[in-house]
């Protein structure tokens, strides 16, 4: 409950990628007003959908520097 009033200014919630084996942060995603609840990847692997308490569905596509990240 508290979660959403801890920063009411635009788009400070962000979800972030992290490489499963290594831990590391990969990419994040900034937009939302309100925790996001929910994720759904594209089985192509090239978007995603996010949903949020604020009550937004967004479509978020992967820029290509995204598949080209070398670890």
Do not use: C, W
């Not at 979800?15 to 309100?34: C, P, R, S």
């Not at 995603?48 to 596509?61: A, I, K, M, P, Q």
Request: proline fraction near 3%; charged fraction near 25%; avoid cysteine.
């Amino acid at each position: 409950m508290n979660a959403t009033m801890i920063d009411r200014r635009a788009g400070k919630f962000e979800a972030k990628f992290y490489h499963k084996v290594l831990q590391e942060e990969i990419g994040g995603v900034k937009g939302h007003f309100g925790p996001i609840n929910a994720l759904v990847f594209n089985p192509d692997g090239r978007s995603f959908t996010s949903g949020g308490e604020d009550g937004y569905v967004r479509l978020h596509h992967f820029d290509s520097d995204y598949f080209n990240i070398k670890i």
